[in-house]
Nanobody, 124 residues
């Protein structure tokens, strides 16, 4: 079983910064593309940023120049550095990963995994 656990959310003033982390644990053979999504109240979940295993990144236009996605493959950890936060960034942030796991019989199983979410609130 593979789990993704996010941390680092909280309440911050406009213009402030936060750093989110997402650590994957379990019988992981490999993590491929990883992403951060967010869901604001009464809105759909949307992609914020993504990163390949080779560290190629992609960002939503709304966060370009303010957010930086990165990963530490040795630690199975994904990060999101968020600077110049705005009230519009308020949302629950979710970690997503394409996982290749090892089963009980040493077989390989590919699936997509989500974290439980971490709340980010930007308000004065």
């Amino acid at each position: 079983q593979v789990q993704l656990v996010e941390s680092g959310g909280g309440l911050v003033l406009p213009g402030g910064s936060l750093r989110l982390s997402c650590t994957a644990s379990g019988s992981i053979a490999r993590l491929d593309d990883m992403s951060w999504y967010r869901q604001a109240p009464r809105k759909e979940r949307v992609l914020v940023a993504s990163i390949t295993s080779g560290h190629i990144t992609n960002y939503a236009d709304s966060v370009k120049g303010r957010f930086t996605i990165s990963r530490d493959n040795a630690k199975n950890t994904l990060y999101l550095q968020m600077n110049s936060l705005e009230p519009e960034d308020t949302a629950v942030y979710y970690c997503y990963a394409q996982v290749l796991a090892k089963g009980a019989s040493d077989e390989y199983i590919a699936f997509n995994a989500w974290g439980q979410g971490t709340q980010v609130a930007v308000s004065s």
